[in-house]
């Protein structure tokens, strides 16, 4: 009888010794995935058909270093609207050292024509300053990518071109019809965008 009760007082030792092991690394799991992931829920129409409202995605948090992000990845990052900081998600349409082209009738980055934002017809009556006045604009709402930046633009054939400098980007929504995105708030900063949207569910 002694010798089942001590055998059996061990298996129990061990098992809380297994659990208490066990609870460790949950634990540890736990923390590492809240340092290292949010999830938000989509409110708006501004990345269909890609993510819908309702939709949860989940957001890796990049390290942080230089030009760490890529063309077409879809981010989560801040800016600053009457001084009430805001998260959007959209996708990165253009990085460091691509160009921004500005004409009377749309953007073009890449090669892709997007419609313009409402906010570059008042920008100017006047058809042969509008795309500078425009791209001048989009600039100056981010001091972190005018500061130290020499603001060049060149005019052919009645279009502006930009080119984005490093640590800045220039973010779309996949629904450009009803996104709030660079259009209107400029370039973002590398140290605005908080990390990237690696599941969608």
Not at 45 to 59: A, R, Y
Not at 98 to 116: F, Q, R
Not at 151 to 175: A, H, M, Q, R
């Amino acid at each position: 009888m002694k010798g089942r009760k001590q055998i059996r007082l061990d298996v129990e030792k061990t098992g809380s010794l297994l659990f208490s092991i066990g609870s460790i690394l949950l634990m540890l799991f736990v923390i590492f995935v809240f340092c290292r992931f949010s999830i938000y829920r989509i409110k708006g129409n501004s990345m269909l058909n890609t993510i819908k409202p309702g939709n949860t995605v989940l957001i890796w948090k990049e390290f942080k270093h230089r030009n760490a992000f890529k063309k077409n990845e879809i981010v989560l990052f801040y800016t600053e609207i009457n001084d009430e900081i805001i998260p959007y998600v959209k996708r990165i349409t253009a990085g460091p050292m691509d160009s921004i082209k500005a004409n009377s009738d749309e953007l073009i980055i890449n090669g892709k024509g997007y419609p313009h934002d409402e906010i570059y017809y008042l920008m100017s009556d006047n058809a042969k300053t509008e795309g500078r006045k425009y791209l001048t604009y989009l600039v100056d709402q981010s001091f972190e990518c005018r500061e130290g930046y020499n603001f060049k633009t060149e005019t052919i054939s009645s279009s502006t071109i930009l080119s984005i400098p490093n640590g800045c980007y220039f973010l779309i929504g996949d629904n450009p019809y009803e996104s709030m995105d660079s259009r209107f708030f400029g370039l973002i900063h590398e140290d605005h965008i908080f990390g990237k949207v690696i599941v969608i569910f």
